[in-house]
């Protein structure tokens, strides 16, 4: 099947190129002057459209196995999709933690009929616990290449130090949400004016410069690959960012929706915004904006972590850290666009995590296409998730994904 | 005015001067009433008040509960110690079970910050915040600022040491949005460990001596150490804190003015406070105590009021 996109209007790490006419081939997408061996069977108007190479999301949760009613496989295979992703970097924190050759194979044969690639993160410890490894060579005869503890940091120096050494055999890569526990310890939210004005217990920046500064350190003696999930603080990016000028191999990404939201916006204490690491300042975020624009920070994350009603209808202490971002991921790029420019956007998306994955390809095999006006509201009737837990739920957002490919897939939304 | 602005009580932040000033020209009323020899008044008869504490509390409850029956209400108690929290129960649903029993208002104590404020979103009775963890206790503030304006006339100009365990304190946190309101000048002292790192964002004054605070002041605040609210250790030992931040009457003596020494209780005698200093005339806290019936039949009038 051959389809002819007219006027397309493809985003790259540079610019939005003018509209021109490509033919998806079936594997491919190829500019339409190359493609005369294909007859066309559709054309679609893609004018009023932005599209992009498929997006790439490096860190999102399923509650599968354990916690199905979170969400299963089969409804993220579905989020996925109908967000733009055609591939994504899976946590290990499931029940029990994906450790063992049992539960990638599980995992790979439940996303076997995914529209999206799925590359699953593996435990480096046992348990996520920071303790003792993983077996991590065998696991990597099941093709697992990330390795990481997930929504848990590898606080312990010994081990991250080890786990780096071990990894290098064959080229491994590893995943660190990068804070330190105990100056984190029953912190809810960003310390700051903010907190001290509601008395709530807050989470330092010093908690995750001091890690990050440590880790760099480590990797510096150990050598090997070290990619910081989430950051979140200007002191952060200014470490990463002399890591990257001396040489160390080294990549970062944050939250999209750190630059959305903010510590300030607690004050209703909505558990929905109750996030790890948690939302910070404005200082942060200029700081992660320019860490963005200098490549300083690869990528750009949803930090997808669903959590059924019963873990943030309470108390906000006592509620899960974690928010939906997926389906939302586009709508809030269309908040950010004028500020960051699509073109910065989508490279973190795309070229960004191919580089940190190390699977950078020029070939346009895969598309995402979207509509940056298109209203709609994100509610029961169009979550694809089985977890609701989203600021923006019930809520009408701006910005919707038409269709995307994957190499032989071509779905519609 | 007449009114208040709000129709619950969650902190003071979110209350405005005016609001303030009704409550205290309401309490003025009020104590005048709990002075005569009949203090009961038919003001909220057929309005029933849930007092319910999910942490423990005797002065707050017991102050909360006369003040309503001072005001003919009907009163439920509720705390957790014997409820089904222990079981399991979520606080939606025990607040839900004790609202299908048509209750009006709900005075509640939780350890949680902002517990009251994720209740008044999903129930329709008036809420009054008796202390949600080290968040605010509104009512506890307006009956500080009440006590100090009835001892030195006003609260404008006034300066006010709050002294002691603020990290872990919800009557600091309130007491300086409510005195900051009120035209006063605030400082916190007490150990840099239990001061919250940005404190000084709020516009508070930050001393870590004890005696210049009590120089400095016209009011001395002492809070309670709280051991309770203390996950991990943020001074070395009680002995120390009492040699080095509690205040005794010498201290006292070597000022060259009388200040007004008050303290929102429990005391723990010989830690922050000596006693030769709690009984003496510099403590206006037996005041205090009295003074928070008025204030809270003041609130609960006015928010009854407000539906």
């Given at each position: 099947m051959a389809v002819l996109l007219q006027a397309l209007r493809l985003i790259d790490s540079h610019r939005i190129n003018p509209p021109k006419n490509f033919v998806y081939t079936g594997h491919q997408i190829v500019d339409e002057n190359s493609s005369s061996d294909f007859p066309i069977e559709e054309t679609i108007d893609c004018?009023?459209?932005?599209?992009?190479?498929?997006?790439?999301?490096?860190?999102?949760?399923?509650?599968e196995p354990g916690e199905e009613y979170k969400e299963s496989m089969d409804s993220l295979g579905e989020v996925l999709q109908s967000s733009g992703f055609v591939k994504a970097v899976l946590m290990p924190n499931t029940h029990p933690a994906v450790q063992t050759r049992n539960e990638i194979q599980f995992l790979k044969s439940k996303a076997a009929n995914w529209f999206s690639d799925l590359i699953v993160e593996a435990a480096a410890t046992k348990d996520t616990k920071g303790e003792d490894f993983t077996d991590i060579l065998d696991l990597?005869?099941?093709?697992v290449f990330v390795f990481g503890d997930g929504l848990h940091p590898i606080s312990n120096p010994d081990r991250l130090m080890k786990i780096l050494q071990y990894l290098q055999k064959f080229d491994g890569i590893l995943f660190d949400q990068t804070y330190e526990p105990l100056l984190a310890l029953f912190g809810q939210m960003h310390e700051g004016l903010t907190s001290t004005r509601i008395g709530m217990k807050g989470i330092p920046n010093l908690a995750e410069d001091i890690a990050i500064h440590k880790n760099l350190e480590i990797l510096r003696y150990s050598g090997g690959r070290l990619h910081f999930q989430t950051i979140s603080t200007k002191g952060a990016v200014e470490e990463?960012?002399?890591?990257?000028?001396e040489g160390l191999n080294v990549t970062a990404d944050i939250s999209l929706y750190q630059l959305i939201f903010s510590?300030?916006?607690?004050?209703d204490f909505d558990t929905?915004?109750?996030?790890?690491?948690?939302?910070?300042?404005?200082e942060d975020r200029d700081a992660l904006i320019e860490g963005l624009k200098d490549g300083t920070i690869d990528a750009i994350v949803s930090n997808h972590q669903p959590q059924d009603i019963d873990a943030k209808h309470m108390e906000f202490d006592l509620s899960l850290f974690g928010m939906l971002g997926l389906q939302t991921f586009l709508p809030a790029m269309c908040k950010l666009a004028d500020e960051i420019t699509w073109p910065l956007l989508i490279s973190k998306i795309t070229s960004g995590p191919e580089v940190v994955l190390g699977q950078q390809s020029d070939k346009l095999d895969s598309l995402t296409l979207f509509d940056p006006e298109e209203k709609w509201v994100f509610d029961k009737k169009s979550n694809k998730s089985l977890s609701s837990n989203s600021p923006w739920y019930n809520t009408e957002l701006m910005g919707k994904v038409k269709f995307v490919i994957n190499k032989n897939k071509f779905v519609k939304i | 005015m007449s009114q208040l602005s709000t129709r619950h009580l969650l902190g003071i932040k979110d209350i405005s001067t005016e609001d303030i000033q009704l409550i205290f020209e309401t309490a003025d009323n009020f104590k005048e009433v709990l002075n005569r020899p009949i203090k009961k008044v038919p003001s909220l008869r057929d309005i029933t008040i849930a007092n319910i504490f999910f942490e423990n509390s005797t002065r707050t409850r017991l102050s909360f509960e006369l003040a309503e029956k001072r005001l003919s209400a009907d009163v439920i108690n509720f705390s957790s110690s014997n409820s089904s929290v222990k079981k399991g129960e979520t606080?939606?649903?025990t607040v839900n079970n004790i609202l299908s029993m048509k209750v009006d208002m709900v005075v509640m104590r939780h350890s949680s910050v902002g517990a009251p404020h994720f209740l008044s979103k999903h129930i329709k009775a008036n809420i009054v915040n008796a202390g949600d963890g080290t968040h605010e206790h509104p009512t506890q503030a307006l009956l500080d600022a009440f006590s100090i304006r009835e001892k030195l006339g006003d609260v404008a100009g006034k300066k006010v040491a709050i002294i002691g365990d603020i990290l872990h304190s919800r009557v600091a946190l309130s007491n300086i949005f409510c005195l900051q309101k009120l035209g006063a000048e605030v400082m916190v002292c007490g150990p840099i460990t239990l001061l919250p790192k940005h404190i000084g964002s709020l516009g508070v004054k930050i001393e870590h001596d004890v005696e210049k605070a009590l120089q400095w002041c016209d009011v001395a605040n002492v809070l309670r150490i709280q051991l309770e609210r203390q996950q991990i250790k943020y001074f070395p030992s009680l002995r120390e804190y009492s040699l080095y931040f509690g205040i005794n009457r010498k201290m006292?003596?070597?000022?060259d003015k009388e200040i007004v020494v008050m303290h929102p209780g429990p005391i723990n005698r010989g830690v922050e406070l000596n006693s030769d200093v709690a009984d003496s005339e510099h403590s206006i806290i037996l005041q205090q105590v009295e003074n928070g019936v008025a204030i809270r039949m003041a609130v609960l009038y006015l928010l009854a009021g407000a539906k």
């Open positions: 004018s009023d459209f932005l599209a992009s190479k498929g997006w790439v999301d490096l860190r999102c949760m399923s509650g990597n005869q099941e093709g990463i960012r002399k890591a990257k000028k510590d300030e916006d607690m004050l929905n915004l109750k996030v790890m690491p948690p939302f910070r300042g404005k | 606080l939606i649903d006292l003596d070597r000022l």
